[in-house]
Every structure is written in structure tokens, then in C-alpha cells.
């Protein structure tokens, strides 16, 4: 899957979740910036966007909301990236002082903040990629752990599903995947109903009726629990 078919559902799935400020938050505030974050260092060190939330709303230390850029969640840990713009920031000396408050206060909270440059951002993506690649090791590390175990409480059916899901655009119809896999529809239709109450799979209404017909892969697209 490449980067720009994997951002673009990214954005969609955040899009549609988001309703209100929230929505125009992440419409108005994902740009140029924010989108060379994504492609030159985070899926490189990553290889995907679980657990990053773009444009995330906090609070600061007078309870008003704000947006920070991105806000990766590992677990009870939450980790803020936000792309400094001189031109937005540094010629403004009241909202850079802002900016920063709210970084410190959001660390009293114990939350990391990464300030990053937007002009190293653009001209030397090599050297963010490679300070957070080290400064990151352990909470990267502690997540391929915790996938590790999870992936072990998945079936090798339910293995097989969320791959065939991959492989048809993150949708699965039990009856055709019930073909393809050699399966029983009663069985693909149970393994589906598992993953869906783990929280892998969303079911899919269709029509007035709101039958399910077939469910949505939430995971991962790079993920060892699908080995």
C-alpha cells in the first residue's frame, strides 16, 4: 500500500468520525506542513498511521480547547508533534509565547512534546527522521511488543479474514469471502462477529433495512498480527 492511497484513508476515517470544530479543525489545519510530516518522517519510521491523531484537541492550562498537529497514542502514553512555521509563529511574539505555555503545560500533564522546525522539516527531513527514530526507540519498541501479544489472541481464521479484508479494500462480504477462503458462510459470518466485537472489523449497514452484509477492517494495513 503505497503512502498517498494509506494517507488519504487515514484523513477519510478521521473526517468521518469528527463532527463540529473537531471536523473543521482537521479540514483547515492539515496542510503543507502537516502533510510533509506525514509522508518525510512518520510513515518512514513507521509504516503507518495507527494510533496518530492529526490535528487532536487538548486543552490548556485555562481549560480553553486548542488543536495540536498530530498526537500519537501508545497505549496511556500520548506523544504531541507540532510543526513550528516561523512565518506563523516566530513574527508573532504573543502567540509563540502562547504555543509554548501550552507545550509546557501539556507536559505537566504527561504528555511529550516534540517542537519541529518546518524549514528542517523541508529542507533536512533526514535529521527529524533519524532524532526520532532515536528518541522514539523505546515506545516503538513497547507498541511492536504489545501488537506481538495481541496478534496471538487472533485465530488463524480470523487472521484469514482481516487479510482478505486488505486485499479487498479493507471490505469483507462473508458469503464471497466464504468462497475465497473455503469456508462455511455460518463460520465466516461468527469470526466476523468476533473481530467486530474486538474492535478489528465495524459492521456495515446497508439500505433502509440496515442489514449487514459485510464489514469494514479497522487495523492496521502493516501489522504482525495479521502473520
Known amino acids: 500500500m503505497s503512502f498517498a492511497s494509506e494517507q488519504e484513508r487515514w484523513i477519510k476515517r478521521h473526517l468521518k468520525r469528527r463532527t463540529g470544530e473537531r471536523l473543521d479543525a482537521l479540514k483547515r ?4 506542513g502537516n502533510q510533509l510530516f506525514a509522508e518525510k518522517v512518520w510513515w518512514l ?5 495507527g494510533g496518530l491523531h492529526p490535528e487532536y484537541e487538548v486543552r490548556d492550562w485555562r481549560g480553553r480547547p486548542y488543536f495540536v498537529d498530530f498526537m500519537w497514542i501508545v497505549g496511556a ?6 510543526i513550528m512555521d516561523y512565518g506563523s509563529h516566530g513574527t508573532d511574539r504573543s502567540k509563540f509565547r502562547l504555543d509554548l505555555n501550552r ?6 500533564q504527561g504528555c511529550i512534546v ?8 523541508r529542507e533536512n527531513p533526514e535529521f527529524i527522521l533519524a532524532a526520532l527514530r532515536s528518541a522514539l526507540a523505546p515506545y516503538l519498541a513497547a507498541e511492536a511488543r504489545s501488537v506481538r501479544v495481541e496478534s496471538r489472541s487472533h485465530s488463524r481464521i480470523e487472521r484469514e479474514l482481516m487479510r482478505c479484508a486488505i486485499r479487498h479494500d479493507r471490505i469483507v462480504r462473508p458469503a464471497e469471502a466464504a468462497k475465497e477462503l473455503e469456508l462455511h458462510i455460518a463460520t465466516v459470518i461468527k469470526y466476523c462477529r468476533l473481530l467486530a466485537d474486538k474492535g478489528k472489523f465495524r459492521a456495515v449497514p446497508s439500505g433502509t433495512s440496515g442489514r449487514v452484509h459485510s464489514y ?5 494495513l502493516q501489522s504482525p498480527e495479521l502473520v
Open 114 to 121: 516534540f517542537y519541529i522546525s518546518l524549514d528542517e522539516l
Open 29 to 32: 489545519g492539515h496542510g503543507f
Open 45 to 49: 519510521l513507521v509504516g503507518h498511521f
Open 77 to 82: 502514553l500520548r506523544i504531541a508533534f507540532e
Open 103 to 108: 507545550g509546557l503545560y501539556l507536559q505537566t
Open 216 to 220: 469494514e477492517y479497522m487495523g492496521m
